[in-house]
Nanobody
């Protein structure tokens, strides 16, 4: 049973950077696909990025490709989302989630397949 905890959100100006963290000791087992999702004001939840259980493969939504980087620390129990060149459109609650199952070639897989979710951390980007 995972209890994912996100941290690192905040308020920045456009062009700034933030790094989000998602932590649970169970992530170090290497069994989970970990994804970052976000939900902006009045919008549906959307996937942002996913990382394979080994940490060797990652997918990104087109809207963040080239600006965001997902990675895992050496101990494997924390997954990061490094966000650069932030835009006002990136303003949202960001959630990390985990599932057991194969890493797919594109996207993250259906949101409903992610069994464990954190409570989210807010990111606000001003112009």
């Amino acid at each position: 049973q995972l209890q994912l905890v996100e941290s690192g959100g905040g308020s920045v100006q456009a062009g700034g950077s933030l790094t989000l963290s998602c932590t649970d000791s169970g992530l170090s087992s290497g069994a989970y696909v970990v994804g970052w999702f976000r939900q902006g004001p009045g919008k549906e939840r959307e996937w942002v990025s996913c990382l394979s259980p080994s940490g060797g493969s990652a997918n990104y939504a087109d809207s963040v490709k080239g600006r965001f980087t997902i990675s895992r620390d050496n101990y494997g129990d924390t997954v990061y989302l490094r966000m650069r060149n932030l835009e006002p459109e990136d303003t949202a609650f960001y959630y990390c989630a985990a599932r057991i199952g194969p890493f797919i070639q594109s996207g993250c897989g259906a949101t409903a397949t992610f069994a464990w979710w954190g409570r989210g951390t807010q990111v606000a980007v001003s112009s």
